[in-house]
């Protein structure tokens, strides 16, 4: 049989979970204090999807609090030479939650894993309809009480706030973790700036996971099938055979078992129709530069994506939100806007910790996930321990509806590098001080305007923030064994550095960078960094920020959200250009015009020690994790490089800083 002829065979027979025979869905006892049950589960058009639920062991009649966990790829992997299962979830995670009564439901998206169909584009909105139709499907359970909480990372996290916007009734609370608000300005294109970097990885791992692909020198291994159908208690059988031993089974022709049997072919089925998936790769997103650009054939912009009218929808539905990031993500402005945007809304709460896209320290051996250099830098022991506490506490006040206090607590958690945990009562802080640092003459970050004047500065295309080789935008940071520095980079730089500080100074919150430019270009891409100088001459990378000098001219910020949401308010009220095709301006410099440029930093919390000194430097490229800006690739191919004009002074560039009083 062909594979066109098995892709196209009728479905019918698995339109409900109650077309499967009892010993086609796979159940064991995985330890002592939970089991383990997989099933397809049908979404409205009749898709189905791939769960896994771990529950916690006793009588079959007990009924549980669920925790979804949505994943783009694979809830589980198996090891195909041995039969081996391991869940995306750490297993002492899983042994935690269950001794605390929830189940665990480990569920693949359509296009992804085990489950069927495939994705019309990535984070699109079909994502959070096939989640509203799980979280109904877990309600119905006997096994479930009938209440559900969310949990999970980056994409993971968008998972859930779409789910919530579609407001499921049993959907009480859930648990984003460096996760997106505006995809467009974190991931993709930030400052209206192409993310190669980024874009490539992501878009590349998911296209790649999606192939169930088995290749252990890659650490690549599939996810299981979810029905045993040679009814044999085994499933490592039911994956078809890789003949050619490339890590696909997909370009063999007809599937063939080692075991010979005939099947109905589920697994390889399911996997062909991944190839319907529209993944946002680097082109695709290189294709569509501004906010209201169609992604490819969709019929969708950036807007339909990330936030859309989300902010509103889970408002309505007065889901209870405790949304998780990390000081050195890319989705850290995220994080804030979530939180800032919901405050006061439905019941909200923000944790930000020392980290890049990754989670806390722990055991665990996924490498997209781990902390990174600064708990050890700040020689800090916080455990993933702290993370599971504020989830249980949190999902027990909101899905079991347990009054334990901690809807008392001051809802904002921060770790000030330099000071450790720190509750706040909002975000940002009432008590943050904005404190003007000017650019002035000898390279200087003065706290008063000096007489004025300006610099040049001749761009240097090879300017880079890599720092042995990670950085925010390459998940690099994760794996890195130390904190980030740009001293190797330093002198395609313009910098201007303050005087030894004469006691310690926190800044917590957005900085903002107000510059006074022009250029012998038409247009340019401008990279601000915030550093802290030791007295030996070091440095460390506090936050950075972006701007294509294209999109000087300020919008609304509400207009992040799709138009039916406009005059909900997003905040914190920070400088948005829009990014629409309609606030480009195709030669912002021309004719020697000099412009001003307002935007935020990173949002951060860290501790400038008495002594050291605060530095702003500046470039017009942040290669190879950024394109080169597409009217200067000719430009710098050729070795040359436009020179900019930087104006100093009172009403020249200047960076503000949110300090914080002791």
Do not use: C
Not at 266 to 284: I, K, M, P
Not at 548 to 569: C, K, S, V
Not at 607 to 628: C, E, L, M, T
Request: no cysteine; proline share 8%; aromatic share 10%.
């Amino acid at each position: 049989m062909s594979r066109l002829a098995l892709a196209l065979l009728p479905l019918g027979f698995l339109s409900t979970a109650a077309a499967l025979a009892p010993e086609q869905v796979h159940a064991r006892a995985e330890a002592a204090g939970y089991t383990r049950q997989a099933h397809y589960v049908p979404m409205r058009d009749g898709t189905l999807l791939a769960v896994s639920i771990y529950a916690p062991a006793g009588k079959a009649a007990d009924r549980h609090p669920v925790l979804l966990w949505l994943l783009p790829d694979r809830r589980e992997t198996i090891d195909p030479r041995t039969g081996a299962i391991e869940p995306k979830m750490p297993r002492a995670d899983i042994a935690f939650f269950t001794a605390h009564g929830y189940a665990i439901a480990l569920a693949e998206m359509r296009g992804g894993g085990a489950s069927f169909g495939g994705r019309e584009i990535d984070r699109g909105p079909q994502i959070g309809r096939d989640g509203k139709d799980l979280v109904d499907w877990i309600a119905a359970q006997r096994w479930s009480d009938g209440t559900v909480g969310m949990i999970g990372a980056s994409y993971q996290g968008f998972a859930q706030y779409a789910t919530a916007a579609n407001r499921p009734v049993a959907l009480k609370a859930i648990f984003p973790e460096i996760a997106g608000f505006d995809d467009y300005g974190s991931m993709f294109h930030p400052g209206g700036i192409l993310n190669v970097a980024l874009s490539d990885y992501a878009s590349g791992s998911i296209a790649r996971m999606a192939q169930n692909r088995f290749d252990p020198a890659r650490k690549e291994f599939p996810s299981p099938p979810v029905v045993d159908e040679d009814g044999d208690g085994e499933l490592a059988d039911e994956i078809p055979l890789d003949r050619n031993g490339d890590g696909s089974f997909l370009d063999e022709g007809e599937p063939t078992y080692a075991d010979g049997q005939p099947r109905r072919h589920l697994y390889y089925r399911a996997t062909v129709e991944h190839a319907g998936n529209f993944n946002l790769t680097v082109d695709a997103i290189a294709a569509a530069p501004f906010r209201d650009s169609r992604l490819g054939t969709t019929p969708y912009s950036y807007h339909d994506v990330d936030p859309g009218t989300k902010p509103v929808d889970i408002a309505k539905a007065g889901i209870a939100v405790y949304n998780r990031g990390g000081w050195f993500d890319y989705h850290a402005r995220d994080t804030a806007l979530w939180y800032a945007t919901l405050e006061g809304r439905t019941p909200v709460r923000m944790m930000m910790a020392p980290t890049g896209h990754g989670g806390l320290p722990s055991s665990g051996t996924e490498d997209l996930y781990r902390a990174g250099p600064y708990f050890r830098h700040f020689a800090d022991p916080t455990t993933n321990e702290l993370m599971n506490r504020e989830k249980l506490r949190f999902f027990d006040r909101h899905v079991r509806g347990i009054d334990n206090g901690f809807d008392r607590e001051d809802p904002v958690l921060l770790y000030v590098m330099g000071k450790g945990w720190r509750r706040e009562k909002t975000w940002p802080l009432e008590r943050a001080r904005p404190t003007r640092l000017h650019f002035g003459s000898g390279h200087r970050l003065l706290p008063r305007p000096d007489a004025g004047g300006a610099d040049s500065y001749r761009v240097d295309f090879a300017a880079s923030s890599l720092s042995g080789g990670a950085n925010r935008w390459n998940y690099g940071i994760s794996r890195a064994r130390q904190p980030m520095t740009l001293d190797g980079d330093a002198a395609r730089r313009l910098a201007y550095v303050g005087e030894p500080l004469a006691g310690d100074v926190e800044v917590t919150g957005h900085p903002l960078v107000d510059l006074r430019l022009s250029s012998t270009a038409a247009e340019g891409d401008v990279f601000v960094y915030l550093e802290d100088v030791a007295p030996d001459g070091s440095s460390l990378l506090v936050s950075e920020g972006q701007l294509r000098a294209n999109y000087h001219r300020p919008r609304p910020i509400e207009t992040m959200l799709a138009a039916p949401a406009r005059g909900f308010g997003v905040k914190p009220l920070l400088p948005w250009q829009g990014f629409d095709q309609a606030d480009y301006d195709p030669a912002p410099f021309a004719d020697g015009r000099e412009l001003r440029l307002r935007f935020d930093l990173m949002p951060t919390s860290w501790v400038f020690r008495k002594g050291h000194r605060i530095r702003i430097s500046i470039a017009g490229a942040d290669n190879p994790s950024f394109a080169i800006h597409p009217g200067l690739a000719d430009t710098a191919r050729k070795g040359e490089a436009p020179v900019w004009t930087l104006r100093r002074g009172a009403d020249g560039s200047s960076v503000v800083l949110p300090v914080i009083a002791d």
